[in-house]
């Protein structure tokens, strides 16, 4: 059998063939059902051009069509490209010129937007009408190479613009196996997927848990406690952000009763808190299994299914992963218990940046280990844990924001003079984005905030623009961040 990733897919396809796959609000999908839809638009996208090696960047809403879209582009061969609904047209034209794909499939709202953008070179559809009169010949799969990219996944970086991290066929089918795995999913399972599916988190966590153990998915649009919680009568797996959990223990619905049936709960992207971790116990009787990872790498480390599920760490390595602690500048890797920058090596570890030699060059050690950017130490037990981040990055609710980003476009206004951009504690995102910005004449905050709406994805765009006469400097002229936020860590203690 081969082992890229439409052959392990198929494998549950027809080793479950009968049974339910996804289950949404109108109607459910045995594992058959979606094959054979994914081998008819398979046929539909191959006669649109999308051949092995191409690039099918996805822009939808979430919906079990799309998913398909997924299988089917990875049954042609081809290169999954999923993005995130928020981004702009700024953003967009940056994705489409870096990836050149062959075909774009957005919604009918962004239709004309991806038009300008393509400038008559790029082919366009709706899912509806990539959907419409589908050819009853289903393609057959093309087979790929374990080394072959299987989907870009593009993530921003402290400076410049963002890169397409490239994750092959081996680095998929090898990370999805070995979480099957070790957090012991069976067909038994009936996973609650509320996450979004353009991120590594939502679809190749949590879909191929699900896909690649014959599991039923329980499958939301979004987020909502009160149906994840109605949900959970009948579940047995959820997934999700921290934010899921904070929303979660703010719901009285949210009972031990409520979660008498369930047998896991996973969280991942962000820290979750010591004290959340122990109030979810308290509330619930489970303890949440926190994990670790990246687009870059899959996941990286997981606390143990049956030994103690520890709060505040993200558990030992996985299987199958080197993880060691280094000097960031050196690359020294450094004695048990001393903290310094996270770097990991295995077989989920991704292939390079898309068309950029340079920064794959720059992030990887010449042994191959790749340097995440996180900081932390390994305890006596082998327990990883995080203390913060070499990168300056904010994590909110589980999306990634890059300071440097919003900085250059308040940094472009004439109204103002400089702008510092910093994570703030948030009770319901973990972080929040906060600007601090020295004016340059009349400046109106939230005139600001809206203007910036049109240029940057909504969860990007500063919660408060805070005016100050002059940004607080070191003795070298750097602008002392750590300071600022220290000034405004109580900012959102009362939202
Ligand atoms: C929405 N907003 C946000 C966020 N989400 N602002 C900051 N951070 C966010 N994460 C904005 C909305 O646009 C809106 O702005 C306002 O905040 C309130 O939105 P709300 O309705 O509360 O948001 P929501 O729709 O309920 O979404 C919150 C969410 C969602 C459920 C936490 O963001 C989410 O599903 N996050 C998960 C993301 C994820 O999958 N990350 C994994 C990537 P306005 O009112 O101004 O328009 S990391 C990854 O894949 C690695 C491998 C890993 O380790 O997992
Ligand atoms: P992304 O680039 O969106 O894949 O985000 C990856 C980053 O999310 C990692 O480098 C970490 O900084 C962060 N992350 C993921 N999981 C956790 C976790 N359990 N605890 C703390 N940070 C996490």
């Known amino acids: 059998m081969a082992n890229d990733l439409y052959s392990r897919f198929a494998k549950s396809f027809s080793g479950f063939s009968d049974k339910v796959f996804i289950e949404e609000e109108s109607r459910s999908w045995t594992y058959g059902e979606v094959e054979r839809e994914a081998g008819r638009l398979a046929s539909r996208l191959q006669a649109l051009g999308v051949a092995p090696g191409e690039r099918l960047l996805v822009q939808t809403d979430k919906s079990v069509e799309a998913l398909i879209l997924y299988f089917a582009c990875i049954r042609a061969g081809a290169i999954y490209l999923p993005l995130n609904v928020d981004y702009t047209e700024a953003e967009l034209d940056y994705f489409v010129a870096d990836a050149e794909p062959v075909l774009a499939v957005c919604r009918p709202q962004s239709v004309e937007l991806f038009e300008r953008i393509g400038k008559g070179t790029l082919a366009i559809r709706t899912l509806d009408t990539l959907l419409t009169g589908l050819p009853e010949e289903e393609a057959a799969p093309v087979q790929r190479e374990p080394d072959d990219v299987a989907a870009i996944l593009y993530t921003s970086g402290t400076t410049g613009k963002p890169k397409g991290a490239m994750l092959t066929n081996a680095n998929l089918v090898s990370n999805g196996d070995m979480l099957v795995d070790f957090w012991r999913f069976t067909s038994e399972d009936r996973l609650i997927h509320a996450l979004p599916i353009f991120h590594v988190h939502g679809l190749f966590i949590a879909m191929h848990c699900a896909l690649f153990s014959g599991a039923t998915t329980i499958f939301l649009p979004k987020f909502e406690s009160g149906a994840v919680i109605r949900e959970m009568g009948n579940a047995s797996v959820l997934m999700g952000v921290p934010t899921f959990y904070i929303r979660l223990l703010g719901d009285e619905k949210f009972t031990r009763k409520a979660a008498a049936g369930m047998r896991l709960f996973i969280s991942g992207s962000a820290p979750l808190s010591a004290d ?88 990887f050690r010449p042994d191959g280990f ?68 020295k004016p340059a004449g009349a400046f109106d905050p939230d005139a600001v905030r809206e203007e910036m709406r049109s240029d940057l994805a909504a969860f990007k765009v500063p919660k408060e623009i805070i005016p100050l006469d002059e940004l607080p400097r070191n003795t070298m002229g750097k602008i002392q961040k750590k300071l600022l936020r220290e000034r405004y860590t109580d900012l959102f203690a009362n939202v």
């Open 276 to 363: 959340i971790h122990r109030a979810f116990e308290e509330r619930s009787g489970h303890r949440v299994l926190e994990r670790y990872g990246m687009t870059e790498t899959g996941m990286l480390t997981s606390n143990p299914y049956d030994g103690e599920r520890r709060a505040g760490y993200v558990g030992p390595p996985l299987p199958g992963v080197e993880l060691r602690i280094a000097e960031f500048e050196t690359g020294k890797v450094l004695p048990q218990g001393d903290v310094g920058i996270v770097e990991v090596r295995g077989p989920n570890v991704f292939k390079g940046y898309w068309r950029n030699p340079e920064k794959t060059e720059a992030e």
């Open 370 to 437: 790749f340097i995440t950017g996180d900081m932390g130490f390994i305890d006596s037990d082998g327990y990883v844990q995080l203390v913060g981040r070499e990168k300056d990055l904010i994590i909110s609710g589980g999306l990634n924001v890059y300071p440097a980003e919003v900085e250059a476009l308040l940094d472009d206004r004439s109204d103002v003079a400089e702008a510092a951009v910093i994570g703030v504690p948030h009770p319901d995102f973990g972080e929040a984005v906060v600007a601090v910005v």
